[in-house]
């Protein structure tokens, strides 16, 4: 059986938005596996919380971004929590969730839509500046 070769560095732009959204460097991180290890979300995942970094570190991207597990994750920092080199796992996943929505461009919120949507009593205004925040870039 052949091993397959695969050449991850064509996604270094992207690690580094990545890296950048989310304010975390992702090779501090040492694979000690603890934030998988304490992950409440485990059972829906088709790749463990450690494993998606080491994905970010070898710039498998494609991979990540096609995995169940960054739409799994319930943001609980757990993992953050846990970790020994105090990488927070959360903000990563956040970020690689924004990235493939802002590609989408599909939830893009503009300034104008608002006065619109602020016609739902419902809805805090906390939750319209806090998607304005994320999904006007």
Not at 12 to 39: F, H, P, T, V, Y
Request: aromatic letters at 6%.
């Amino acid at each position: 059986m052949e091993r397959e070769k695969k050449v991850f560095n064509k996604n270094k732009k992207e690690i580094l938005l990545i890296e950048e959204i989310s304010r975390e460097k992702i090779s501090n991180c040492m694979q000690c596996g603890k934030c998988s290890a304490g992950c409440p979300a485990t059972d829906g995942m088709d790749i463990l919380p450690h494993q998606i970094i080491r994905y970010l570190q070898m710039g498998d991207l494609e991979s990540v971004k096609e995995s169940k597990t960054i739409w799994t994750c319930a943001s609980c920092f757990n993992c953050a929590s846990r970790c020994p080199r105090n990488v927070d796992l959360c903000k990563l996943m956040e970020a690689v969730r924004l990235t493939i929505i802002r590609k989408k461009d599909e939830n893009r919120l503009k300034v104008e839509d608002i006065p619109k949507l602020m016609t739902d009593k419902k809805i805090p205004q906390q939750a319209f500046m806090s998607a304005f925040r994320k999904y006007s870039k």
